[in-house]
């Protein structure tokens, strides 16, 4: 007999995991490119750029999992390969890499909000009457994640060592 998790647990976990991602990293990317050497222009040009790639790759990944009918697969292969760009900058000090690496974990995050999204609408929509799915707590708890990835973050690292805000992200 197969066990699963309770759809809304199973939400949760996913929310909590990506959005403390979020949390771990973006408020921090920019700090972690200056001691890759980047210059506040190359900063700029380089998060200016993943900008432009998630609102490129995010309606066009959406497309391909619709095409192929399987949201999960292409959710899981994005959150795989923003994983390893992530990793990837361990080894980046250089501004063509950083945008390299910037741009590749822009495009595979680009549509897992939107992915998890419809993933968690459908669930609640197959729910049971009488079994409530609230999506806004599920929401909530992803907030309360990014504020805690922020947090935690924020105390793991030092001037010197900023490596903690890539192996977070990766790992989440």
């Not at 909590?16 to 200056?34: D, I, R």
């Not at 609408?121 to 609230?134: I, S, T």
Request: proline share 6%; with cysteine.
């Amino acid at each position: 007999m197969e066990r699963r998790l309770p759809a809304p647990i199973a939400y949760v976990l996913l929310y909590v995991t990506l959005y403390g991602a979020f949390g771990v990293a973006s408020p921090y990317w920019p700090k972690l490119f200056e001691s890759k050497g980047l210059t506040p222009q190359q900063i700029g040009m380089v998060l200016a750029a993943a900008l432009v790639m998630r609102l490129a790759a995010g309606p066009l990944i959406g497309r391909l999992a619709d095409h192929l009918s399987s949201l999960r697969l292409v959710l899981a292969s994005c959150i795989v390969a923003a994983a390893a760009a992530a990793a990837a900058y361990t080894s980046a000090n250089a501004f063509w890499l950083v945008l390299l690496i910037a741009l590749v974990q822009a495009a595979a995050l680009a549509p897992t909000t939107s992915l998890a999204d419809a993933l968690t609408v459908n669930a609640a929509r197959h729910r049971k009457a009488g079994k409530p799915f609230e999506y806004g707590r599920i929401r909530g708890a992803a907030s309360l994640a990014f504020l805690a990835g922020t947090l935690v973050i924020g105390q793991l690292i030092v001037p010197a060592d900023l490596s903690p805000i890539i192996w977070m992200n990766a790992a989440l």
